[in-house]
């Protein structure tokens, strides 16, 4: 087993805070959809490639749908578990 790194160990914790954040403030209609953008963004900075998935989260123009999945964690733990980071 692969030991994980102090910076990808944050980065996970930042992907965890963003989708706690997603699921409680970010669900306000017109402030989820600039954070969905936001969002994306960040997975990019934080997982590479990868991050390009959670744009998908713009889609949910009623951003509660959006808000019961995790995308930054999963993404995150994608990359860790695939090495893609």
Do not use: C, H, N, Y
Not at 18 to 31: K, Y
Request: avoid cysteine.
């Amino acid at each position: 087993m692969t030991t994980i790194d102090p910076i990808t160990i944050g980065k996970l914790v930042i992907s965890i805070i963003w989708d706690i954040l997603d699921f409680t403030i970010f669900r306000i209609p017109a402030i989820g959809t600039f954070t969905d953008v936001l969002g994306g963004f960040l997975a990019i900075m934080l997982w590479g490639m990868p991050g390009v998935l959670a744009f998908w989260e713009i889609a949910d123009v009623t951003d509660q749908l959006d808000a019961e999945i995790p995308t930054l964690t999963l993404i995150g733990l994608f990359a860790i578990f695939t090495g893609k980071r």
